[in-house]
């Protein structure tokens, strides 16, 4: 049987009065790459800020891996939230620390772990993201593309049951892009990690996508659900249509 | 805490089992350890069919072994890896985990080596603010020869926040520290009779040095540090090089009016401090000393002339254009991302306040000169 391991309920995610999005329903199942796409201000970034717990729901459910993220206290959201991993658009490393120091930041949560092994992890999880070697480096030393690698690392330092990337392509090169596509690729087959992608990057949906759904901000919603192949052949809708034939890789 | 895997040595071999995950990585590497040590065969056999998860901790801890057993000349052979272990295997990059860093991180320096870096670093300072001045003493006659150049709008809003915003922390303060002074001298100037003295004690050190030096590290406080930071972010998120490339001059464009807007605010919030600390003391004097409130302003008046106001307020306009210079300066000198913003704004406050004690100091043996 597929386990759902994220269970959004009729959601409503709003920023004071100001509702961004309402009814959103949708699941991601265990080791699925499931994307969240839309154009601008459609509130893909907000969606993803409640399945993170940094907002909680006060219509609507999110049940993550079993925790209710409207009812649970901040302790239990923050112990669930070791659990998660994610990658923040510009990559989200602490400015004053190392490459080594901000993927160690994680890894301090386990005790006892002998510093050779935890150098050795350190140079594993750079490796894993084609930075070996840059462990002594800080982010203000590195391109955008090696920021948002490095950030993968952070991210990815707990091995999280699930990961979740706000843009991961945005601003790269094509090439850096594609460097991407097959990081989350090869993590997600490795270490059959679930994955949840905000995006608008057609290339990556149809590479890696194995569901999405399309938000629309005057529906304040989702307008289609289902695998790239079927949306990109869905025709009832012009709005789905302009958005996945603009180009079909 | 159960652990999530079980290990069983028979003869050379060793039996794995359950998930290896990174919480019981470090018992296990204890564990593999003291198996390693003890062993005196040439080959080694561990078995994984019963392992049945690892995660990348887990499975560096597994090349972990073939490692220390090549240090001691030991053979693994590896039996019954399932899929899923081995995926995970291959994720780490065995070559990588030898390299090395591709620069150090930077060792301690001897004395010498910092004391060195540091002249060369005060000499650059001295070299970019000298840079910094020249640019100004160009731009301000630009500014008074073409005012339509000039964004007044932003000259307000700069006089609001540097002064409108400081009155009530410039006046508390101020009144505060006239109350303090006038409290403390008067404890030694009763022994003597001489309370009446209090009034002149007050007035002349609010006016002379206090109004203007407290009001001006205030201001160091408050808005040097501001204009450190706004530009500081402003160079992290590029919108200065945006200002450049629409043809717009950085210093004209962000310094000038902070500059003209501290310069204009800085002496009417000295004159405003100084109302309050003669009122702090006023206070002590009427209350605590018996003194009517005629007695004590004359007195207060009697040791300060005119010339003294004027000179304290030429002090505060000193002290006004450096502290928006300096914050301007260190704004512009950012280079980096936040932590840069936070050292430019720590930066601005220091040398403000040293170069405004620099100045009062200057200003006491210019004054004492000129008679």
Same mark, same amino acid.
């Given at each position: 049987?597929?386990?759902?391991?994220?269970?959004?309920?009729?959601?409503?995610?709003?920023?004071?009065?100001n509702?961004?999005?309402?009814?959103?329903s949708?699941q991601?199942?265990?080791?699925?790459?499931?994307a969240?796409v839309?154009?601008?201000g459609?509130g893909?970034?907000?969606?993803?800020?409640?399945?993170?717990?940094?907002m909680?729901p006060?219509?609507?459910?999110?049940?993550v891996?079993?925790? +209710?993220?409207?009812?649970? +206290?901040?302790e239990?959201i923050?112990?669930?939230?070791?659990?998660f991993?994610?990658?923040?658009?510009?990559?989200?490393?602490?400015?004053?620390m190392?490459?080594?120091?901000?993927?160690a930041?994680?890894?301090?949560?386990?005790?006892?772990?002998?510093?050779?092994?935890?150098?050795?992890?350190i140079?594993?999880?750079?490796?894993?993201?084609?930075?070996?070697?840059?462990?002594?480096?800080?982010?203000?030393e590195l391109?955008?593309?090696?920021?948002?690698?490095?950030?993968?690392?952070?991210?990815?330092?707990?091995?999280?049951?699930?990961?979740?990337?706000?843009?991961p392509?945005?601003?790269?090169?094509?090439?850096?892009a594609?460097?991407?596509?097959?990081?989350?690729?090869t993590?997600?087959?490795?270490m059959?990690?679930?994955?949840?992608i905000v995006t608008?990057?057609?290339?990556?949906?149809?590479?890696?996508?194995?569901e999405?759904?399309?938000?629309?901000?005057?529906e304040?919603?989702?307008?289609a659900?289902?695998?790239?192949?079927?949306l990109?052949?869905?025709?009832?809708?012009?709005r789905?249509?302009?958005?996945?034939?603009?180009?079909?890789p | 805490?159960?652990? #999530?895997?079980?290990?069983?040595?028979?003869?050379?071999? %060793?039996l794995?089992?359950?998930?290896? &995950?990174l919480?019981?990585?470090?018992?296990?590497?204890?564990e593999?350890?003291? %198996?390693l040590?003890q062993k005196?065969?040439?080959?080694?056999?561990i078995?994984?069919?019963d392992?049945?998860?690892?995660?990348?901790?887990?499975?560096l801890? &597994?090349t972990? %072994?073939?490692?220390?057993?090549?240090?001691?000349?030991?053979?693994? /052979?590896?039996?019954?890896?399932?899929d899923?272990?081995?995926?995970?295997?291959?994720l780490?990059?065995?070559?990588?985990?030898?390299?090395?860093?591709?620069? =150090?991180?930077?060792?301690?320096?001897?004395?010498?080596?910092?004391?060195g870096?540091?002249?060369?670093?005060i000499a650059?300072?001295f $070299?970019?603010?000298?840079?910094?001045?020249?640019?100004?003493?160009?731009?301000?006659?630009y500014? &008074?020869?073409?005012?339509?150049?000039?964004?007044? #709008?932003?000259?307000?809003?700069?006089?609001?926040?540097?002064g409108a915003d400081?009155?009530?922390?410039?006046?508390?303060?101020?009144?505060?520290i006239?109350l303090?002074?006038?409290?403390?001298s008067?404890?030694?100037?009763?022994?003597?009779?001489?309370?009446?003295?209090?009034?002149?004690l007050?007035?002349? /050190?609010?006016?002379?040095?206090?109004?203007?030096?407290?009001? @001006?590290i205030?201001?160091?406080?408050?808005?040097?540090s501001?204009?450190?930071?706004?530009?500081g972010?402003?160079?992290?998120?590029?919108?200065?090089?945006?200002?450049?490339?629409?043809g717009?001059?950085p210093?004209?464009?962000?310094?000038?009016?902070?500059i003209?807007?501290?310069?204009i605010?800085?002496?009417?919030?000295?004159?405003? !401090?100084m109302?309050?600390?003669?009122l702090?003391?006023?206070?002590?004097?009427?209350?605590?000393?018996?003194i009517?409130?005629?007695t004590?302003?004359? =007195?207060s008046?009697?040791?300060?002339?005119?010339?003294?106001?004027i000179?304290?307020?030429l002090?505060?306009?000193t002290? /006004?254009? &450096?502290?928006?210079?300096?914050?301007?300066?260190?704004?512009?000198q950012?280079?980096? #991302?936040?932590?840069?913003?936070? =050292? !430019?704004?720590?930066? @601005?406050?220091?040398t403000?306040?040293?170069?405004?004690?620099?100045?009062d100091?200057? $200003?006491?043996?210019l004054?004492? $000169?000129?008679?």
């Amino acid at each position: 049987m597929v386990e759902e391991v994220i269970v959004v309920e009729n959601l409503q995610a709003a920023y004071g009065e100001n509702v961004i999005l309402s009814d959103v329903s949708f699941q991601v199942k265990r080791g699925e790459i499931f994307a969240i796409v839309g154009g601008s201000g459609c509130g893909k970034s907000t969606l993803l800020k409640y399945l993170i717990g940094l907002m909680r729901p006060h219509v609507g459910r999110i049940i993550v891996e079993g925790v +209710d993220m409207a009812t649970a +206290d901040d302790e239990t959201i923050n112990a669930h939230r070791k659990r998660f991993g994610v990658l923040f658009q510009s990559g989200g490393l602490i400015g004053s620390m190392t490459l080594a120091e901000n993927i160690a930041l994680p890894l301090k949560e386990v005790k006892k772990i002998p510093p050779f092994f935890l150098a050795q992890l350190i140079r594993a999880k750079l490796s894993m993201v084609n930075l070996a070697g840059y462990e002594n480096h800080y982010p203000a030393e590195l391109s955008g593309g090696m920021r948002k690698r490095a950030g993968l690392a952070r991210a990815m330092a707990l091995d999280p049951a699930i990961l979740f990337f706000d843009e991961p392509t945005a601003g790269l090169d094509p090439v850096t892009a594609r460097e991407i596509y097959d990081l989350i690729s090869t993590i997600n087959k490795g270490m059959e990690t679930t994955m949840v992608i905000v995006t608008h990057d057609l290339e990556l949906i149809f590479r890696l996508a194995h569901e999405v759904i399309l938000l629309h901000s005057e529906e304040k919603g989702i307008i289609a659900y289902g695998t790239p192949k079927q949306l990109a052949e869905f025709e009832a809708d012009r709005r789905v249509m302009n958005f996945f034939q603009r180009k079909s890789p | 805490m159960t652990k #999530g895997y079980r290990m069983e040595q028979k003869a050379d071999r %060793i039996l794995m089992a359950g998930e290896l &995950l990174l919480p019981d990585v470090p018992s296990f590497l204890e564990e593999i350890e003291g %198996i390693l040590k003890q062993k005196n065969s040439t080959s080694l056999e561990i078995n994984l069919t019963d392992l049945k998860k690892v995660d990348s901790a887990g499975a560096l801890a &597994l090349t972990h %072994i073939e490692e220390e057993s090549r240090k001691r000349s030991l053979v693994v /052979a590896w039996k019954g890896m399932n899929d899923d272990v081995r995926k995970v295997l291959n994720l780490i990059d065995r070559q990588a985990l030898n390299l090395p860093p591709l620069h =150090e991180i930077e060792k301690r320096v001897s004395f010498f080596e910092a004391t060195g870096d540091l002249c060369v670093k005060i000499a650059h300072d001295f $070299y970019t603010i000298l840079t910094f001045v020249g640019e100004l003493l160009v731009s301000i006659p630009y500014c &008074l020869l073409h005012p339509r150049s000039l964004r007044w #709008g932003d000259i307000l809003v700069n006089m609001r926040r540097t002064g409108a915003d400081a009155l009530p922390i410039v006046g508390l303060l101020s009144l505060l520290i006239g109350l303090i002074m006038a409290f403390m001298s008067s404890l030694q100037l009763r022994q003597l009779g001489a309370n009446i003295y209090v009034a002149s004690l007050v007035g002349i /050190a609010i006016v002379k040095e206090l109004g203007p030096m407290m009001t @001006a590290i205030i201001v160091a406080g408050r808005s040097g540090s501001s204009f450190a930071a706004e530009i500081g972010t402003m160079i992290v998120n590029e919108e200065v090089d945006a200002l450049t490339t629409m043809g717009f001059h950085p210093i004209r464009f962000l310094a000038i009016p902070k500059i003209i807007a501290t310069s204009i605010v800085v002496p009417l919030l000295t004159l405003y !401090a100084m109302m309050f600390g003669i009122l702090g003391g006023l206070i002590v004097g009427i209350i605590g000393l018996d003194i009517t409130l005629t007695t004590y302003l004359k =007195e207060s008046f009697r040791g300060v002339e005119l010339w003294d106001v004027i000179t304290s307020l030429l002090k505060a306009f000193t002290f /006004a254009i &450096l502290i928006a210079g300096i914050g301007c300066h260190r704004g512009f000198q950012v280079v980096g #991302g936040a932590e840069a913003v936070g =050292e !430019a704004t720590t930066s @601005a406050v220091v040398t403000s306040i040293f170069l405004i004690i620099a100045a009062d100091a200057a $200003y006491a043996v210019l004054l004492h $000169y000129l008679g």
